[in-house]
């Protein structure tokens, strides 16, 4: 990498999908990276910056943990008393909610 590219500290856009670990046949291969041809942004592990929603989603779930939130029902309850919908504009429900972790975690 010329070094010239803006920098954009928000999310990293040379993150590699994820793949699960398989052998190797050949010792080495495809583990080992060349330095100077990755760009080392481990703080950052999300190939986008954060949509609007999530930076709010974000805000309401800490809000909701500081508040003594701790079982899925009490986060969904806490999320609907902030005002904080789910993406469809309903009020979470546990199953909605846990869905909405899944897609976001991939």
């Known amino acids: 990498m010329a ?35 990755v760009r080392n942004m481990i703080w950052q592990t999300r190939p986008a910056a954060p ?15 500081a508040s003594g939130a701790v079982e899925l029902a009490d986060v969904v309850a806490g999320l609907n008393k902030v005002g904080m919908h789910a993406p469809d504009g309903q009020a979470w429900t546990e199953t909605s909610f846990s869905a909405e972790m899944a897609r976001l975690g991939n």
Do not use: C, M
């Open 51 to 65: 949509t609007a929603y999530e930076n709010r989603l974000g805000d309401a779930l800490v809000e909701v943990f």
């Open 3 to 37: 070094g010239n590219e803006p920098l954009d500290w928000d999310h990293n856009p040379f993150l590699k999908p994820w793949q699960r670990p398989a052998p190797n046949a050949v010792a080495g291969k495809g583990s080992i990276e060349i330095p100077s041809d």
